[in-house]
């Protein structure tokens, strides 16, 4: 599903770049032509994404961080500086989902981690790229259908998917006059570890009947693939999509328009 020679040239980082969504949308931004910084947790496991981009031209750099913590986007931002002098696309991916649990039981403390990580690390991913960003660009937020309505038992989750697209929208119009745009988009469920995680521990016919529950939910009936939200990244990383900004874009299968 790679879009071959379409980000010619251009740099591109992408957080939680190590495995699933992340790791796809990293090797189809190289496979078009970018150059990639792919920041990780510290420990990452980077081989796949070593691998994935060793036939491709262009230039890897990994950059092992946590973006929740404002300090290591001054390494990120000294990286990119170094390596490439500029910043053309920032994917802002990183994100947990944090316990599935009632609004009475919900521990404060995850309330914390899950809006530490999904809405401060995009905040300063804003930043970072904000500052990088010279010439015009492109900011891809990660959001979710969670940050599009309500639902049950992922309140943090839900909460930080919301103020994705609030910061998104903000952002759009602060940074419209330096021609840089910014996006959020809203993937369902999409088979990465993340989501198989929910299957950890279950039998085969739990997990067959949590499948065939989430299915349900969704008009075309499967979980996404990581590259088709990936192939989506690519769209608004790339100037067919000049006059998109500040939109919040369902990836679905049909999930939210029902
Ligand atoms: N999988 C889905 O069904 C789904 C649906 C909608 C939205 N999303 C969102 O897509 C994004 C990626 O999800 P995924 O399913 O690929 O998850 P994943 O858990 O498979 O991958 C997430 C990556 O982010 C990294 N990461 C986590 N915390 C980090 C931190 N503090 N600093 C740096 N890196 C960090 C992880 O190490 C991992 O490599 C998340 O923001 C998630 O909320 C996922």
């Known amino acids: 599903m ?6 010619e040239g251009k740099v591109a980082l992408v957080t939680g770049a190590a495995q699933g969504i992340g790791l796809a949308t990293a090797v189809m931004l190289a496979r078009a032509g970018a150059n990639v910084v792919a920041l990780d ?12 981009c060793a036939a491709v031209g262009q230039r890897l750099e990994t950059v092992e961080c946590d973006v929740a913590d404002e300090a290591s986007w001054e390494q990120v931002t000294g990286v990119v500086r170094r390596t490439f002098g500029r910043l053309d696309i920032m994917f802002n991916n990183a994100g947990i989902s944090g316990p599935s649990r009632a609004l009475w039981d919900y521990p404060v403390a995850d309330f914390d981690k899950v809006m530490l990580i999904n809405c401060r690390g995009v905040f300063l991913g804003m930043k970072c790229a904000a500052s990088l960003m010279q010439s015009g ?15 049950r038992f992922l309140l943090a989750y839900n909460a930080s998917k919301h103020a994705v697209i609030g910061m998104t929208k ?26 198989l995680s929910l299957e950890a521990g279950k039998t085969e016919a739990e997990i067959a009947a949590l499948r065939a529950r989430f299915a349900a939910m969704i008009p075309l009936a499967r979980y ?3 590259e088709e939200i990936g192939a989506v990244v690519l769209f608004l990383a790339s100037d067919a999509s ?17």
């Open 2 to 7: 790679a879009v071959e020679g379409t980000l």
């Open 41 to 52: 947790l510290p420990g990452a496991n980077w081989e796949p994404l070593r691998n994935g």
């Open 137 to 151: 660009g492109s900011i891809i937020n990660m959001s979710s259908v969670s940050g599009l309505g309500g639902g």
């Open 170 to 195: 903000v952002a759009a119009v602060e940074l419209a006059e330096r021609n840089i745009r910014v996006n959020a988009i809203c993937p369902a469920m999409t088979e990465t570890p993340m989501m």
């Open 224 to 226: 996404a693939q990581p």
């Open 242 to 258: 000049s006059f998109v900004t500040g939109a919040a874009l369902p990836v679905d299968g049909g999930l939210k328009a029902q």
